[in-house]
């Protein structure tokens, strides 16, 4: 069974700082991650997205992927209130293959 | 960005009713789409998959009687929840993929069911 397993949290850090939120897979046919954030009582909403080894950086935001330890990360630069929300890891095996979602990281921005 | 509609974005009916949801693509044509349903604090759990012109895929558990879903288009889909009763009230969010490189998938709004 394919999984993607997240701690739920909650991951607390204060204004300013980075946070680092981590995801692990179990199919090592995965080929493509996603980041989603979701506020509570809303939908998620996509962050980013990366296939290839390394750090990818969009703005605040950075997706690092290392498939040899199966593992992707997500670091968020210059943390703000605003940022607290329901992380959530994925992994899709390409084609037609179905995306798996992690439970979720709950990440709260401390003033 | 890519935007996907859902609508109504919440609806209260009575327990024995039936309740369409419908999901939209708004600037693409989504090759799948797919239905979520998420209870309070809980995760995302994957009601069904479907993609334009054929049966919808359910995950195990989920009942195809129950929860009609109907893909007419590239840019519709509608999940009917039959005789609802009051534990099928949840948060029901679609997606859709196809926009993009990575076939990342883009959510709707979601809609908020209350079965009384």
């Known amino acids: 069974q394919k999984e993607v397993e997240q701690n739920s949290g909650p991951l607390s850090v204060p204004e300013g700082a980075i946070a680092s939120l981590n995801c692990t897979y179990s199919d090592r046919g995965s080929q493509s991650f996603f980041w989603y954030r979701q506020y509570s009582g809303k939908s998620p909403e996509l962050i980013m997205f990366i296939y290839s080894n390394g750090d990818k950086e969009d703005g605040r935001f950075t997706a690092q992927l290392n498939k040899a330890s199966q593992y992707v990360s997500l670091l968020i630069r210059d943390s703000q209130p605003s940022d607290s929300a329901t992380y959530l890891c994925a992994g899709h095996s390409g084609g037609y293959q179905k995306v798996t979602f992690g439970i979720g990281t709950k990440l709260q921005v401390i003033p | 960005g890519a935007v996907v509609s859902q609508h109504p974005s919440w609806v209260i009916c009575k327990s024995g009713t039936s309740v369409k949801i419908e999901c939209r693509s708004l600037?693409?044509?989504?090759?799948?789409m797919f239905w979520y349903r998420q209870f309070p604090k809980q995760s995302l759990m994957l009601m069904a998959t479907?993609?334009?012109?054929?049966?919808?895929?359910?995950e195990q558990g989920v009942e195809k009687d129950k929860f009609l879903i109907n893909h007419a288009s590239l840019t519709l889909s509608t999940l009917t929840v039959t005789s609802a009763h009051p534990e099928d009230s949840s948060f029901y969010i679609c997606s859709a993929s196809g926009a993009g490189s990575a076939n990342e998938q883009f959510f709707g709004p979601g809609t908020r069911l209350t079965v009384l």
């Open positions: 479907s993609n334009e012109g054929s049966k919808a895929t359910y």
């Open positions: 600037d693409f044509q989504a090759t799948t």
